[in-house]
């Protein structure tokens, strides 16, 4: 007897969904459909990856189904449960049960009903094989306590970055960054944990100092997680939450602007580029994101922003680095703000490309068009501005297209990891919701502001 057909016997009308996700893990189906696992990736959780459709996807609580979610390599916005994962691969992994006409729900469903089906012995098979994927222990709880933190001492780690003693105590940033000892045993050769330095405050240590940077999750007040830095470290303290957590300066009575950057030492840069600009207004609050971008960071960032009292004109400035990376966090960011007026799909095309499937119901479609013919008029540019860059290999990274896919039921955009056509299309966003009344792109010149301020710095001494 068949998995669906036990539950069939439970549930003779409809299975509910709760008992799909809890008998069909998502490493289960994705072995079952190609995915081959990563081993030399994923240190604390899997990586599996589909060679042919060039789709890599990490996986959260592999040890229960009806948890597990998964999170495509590289893009937040592809993330979620088995239902989501299915959804998103309908065009390509699970074209077969793509069936036109028919509701998406059904689809998806017509996919977890198929695999019930696999005969009992071959289900074995991949469940042992799945069984050797588990993610690595359980993450400690993050504590202050756990970390010898002090004042910031006058000589740190900023002063090699050229952050300067006036911004470090700038009404933004004052008490914001900490020094963090770490304690290395020469006898054991390790990293001494806080705890035990203090049950043992006779034994020898050597002590280096790092910066750290506190983290809040926007509910409450309490320091959710650090991030350290020195010349040859950069991480997160055991236990931060990374997910939902952010930095956040300190903030002025009332805010003209938010700035959101990928790193602590970028928000301390910006301002002292603001201060040698003579911008010295105490008017801002800075994020940093940690070198990532999470639908839970976004959501903090947000409730954050709203909680804020502000001046009239304020504006949300995404200051993101200027590389690749840095506008995908745009496209991002906007992305998650318009999922209610135009929520846009991420569907798997393949490594360094990105795929957004377009809503399809009537009421998007002014939007859909839209959209679309500004597509089609930065492609004649792209073509007219680079015609060489397209006689080679489509996959050539010169490629700077925007390929639209239009089918009787969807229509799917692909567009390659660059600057250009990610810019693009997150400006158009903004254009098309009105959202650029209110959000701006703040870009550095070099790859990020605290580039900018090295070259600054760089040119003072060279006069």
Not at 26 to 40: D, F, N, Q, S, V
Not at 125 to 138: D, V
Not at 186 to 195: G, I, L, S
Not at 439 to 458: A, P, R, T, Y
């Amino acid at each position: 007897m068949t998995k669906f057909d036990e539950l069939r016997k439970r549930f003779p009308n409809l299975i509910p969904v709760q008992e799909l996700r809890a008998n069909v893990s998502i490493t289960e189906l994705a072995m079952y459909y190609g995915y081959l696992p990563k081993r030399h990736k994923g240190k604390a959780r899997p990586v599996l990856e589909h060679i042919a459709y060039k789709d890599a996807i990490l996986i959260k609580n592999t040890q229960d189904a009806s948890q597990q979610v998964y999170q495509q390599v590289g893009n937040f916005t592809d993330s979620g449960t088995i239902l989501t994962f299915i959804r998103n691969r309908l065009s390509t992994i699970f074209s077969k049960f793509n069936r036109s006409g028919e509701d998406e729900f059904k689809n998806v469903v017509c996919v977890l009903y198929d695999y019930l089906r696999i005969e009992p012995n071959q289900l074995s098979l991949i469940r042992k094989e799945a069984s050797q994927f588990i993610e690595i222990g359980s993450k400690p709880a993050f504590s202050l306590d756990l970390f010898d933190l002090r004042p910031l001492e006058k000589d740190n780690y900023l002063t090699t970055r050229h952050i300067s003693s006036e911004t470090i105590n700038s009404l933004e940033f004052i008490h914001k960054i900490a020094s963090q000892i770490t304690y290395f045993d020469p006898q054991k050769k390790k990293v001494a944990d806080f705890a035990t330095v203090k049950e043992n405050p006779l034994q020898k240590h050597i002590l280096f100092s790092n910066v750290a940077f506190p983290y809040y999750d926007g509910v409450s007040m309490e320091v959710t997680g650090l991030e350290i830095r020195n010349e040859t470290t950069k991480l997160h303290a055991p236990g931060s939450d990374r997910y939902s957590s952010v930095f956040i300066s300190n903030p002025p009575p009332k805010v003209k602007r938010f700035f959101i950057l990928e790193s602590a030492i970028d928000a301390l840069s910006h301002k002292q580029l603001m201060h040698t600009q003579g911008d010295n207004a105490f008017n801002a609050v800075y994020f940093s994101t940690g070198g990532q971008l999470t639908p839970q960071q976004v959501n903090t960032i947000i409730r954050y922003i709203q909680s804020s009292k502000k001046v009239a004109d304020w504006t949300i400035n995404l200051a993101f680095d200027n590389d690749a990376k840095g506008h995908l966090y745009d496209l991002y960011f906007i992305q998650q703000l318009l999922d209610s007026k135009f929520p846009l799909g991420s569907v798997a095309v393949g490594l360094h490309k990105i795929g957004y499937c377009l809503p399809s119901k009537g009421t998007y479609s002014p939007f859909r068009e839209e959209l679309l013919d500004y597509i089609e008029t930065y492609n004649k540019k792209v073509l007219l501005q680079h015609p060489m860059s397209f006689a080679s290999d489509a996959n050539e990274p010169s490629n700077l297209l925007i390929i639209i896919d239009e089918t009787t039921d969807q229509t799917i955009l692909t567009l390659p990891e660059a600057n250009l056509p990610l810019s693009f299309l997150t400006k158009s966003l903004l254009t098309l919701s009105g959202l650029n009344k209110r959000i701006c792109i703040h870009k550095s010149v070099s790859k990020d502001f605290n580039q900018d301020l090295e070259q600054i710095s760089i040119n003072q001494i060279n006069g």
